[in-house]
């Protein structure tokens, strides 16, 4: 009932930038958390930030000062800006938002599909 649309992946040299972007439809009421985590290979998937509906943040340490989440309340959009990107940046980068659905008053996670991005020297 509920769709994460991801873009901006790609690959980037070290130092390098990029801005992921995720677009939750489907039949929403309500979205509280929406957040980005990253898995690479042969590590556990771990978070990267999260943001709630007002706006407040958080950062997993390995990226403060570099990563910046934010959110488009209106478009149902959260959005990572990633600067100063390392190799160990390297991973598959997933979307997620807990959500209301229309028809139930209870939240659900929802995952995007998840986007490559890497990072090279």
């Known amino acids: 009932q509920v769709q994460l649309v991801e873009s901006g992946g790609g690959s980037v040299q070290a130092g390098g930038s990029l801005r992921l972007s995720c677009a939750a439809s489907?039949?929403?009421?309500?979205?509280?958390?929406m957040g980005w985590h990253r898995q690479a290979p042969g590590k556990q998937r771990e978070l990267v930030a999260t943001i709630t509906s007002g706006g407040s943040t958080n950062y997993a340490d390995s990226v403060k000062g570099r990563f910046t989440i934010s959110r488009d309340n209106a478009k149902n959009t959260v959005y990572l800006q990633m600067n100063s990107l390392k190799r160990e940046d390297t991973a598959v980068y997933y979307c997620?938002?807990?959500?209301?659905?229309?028809?139930?008053?209870?939240?659900?996670?929802?995952w995007g599909q998840g986007t490559q991005v890497t990072v090279s020297s």
């Open positions: 489907g039949s929403i009421f309500s979205i509280n958390f």
């Open positions: 997620a938002a807990v959500v209301r659905i229309r028809t139930e008053s209870k939240y659900q996670d929802y």
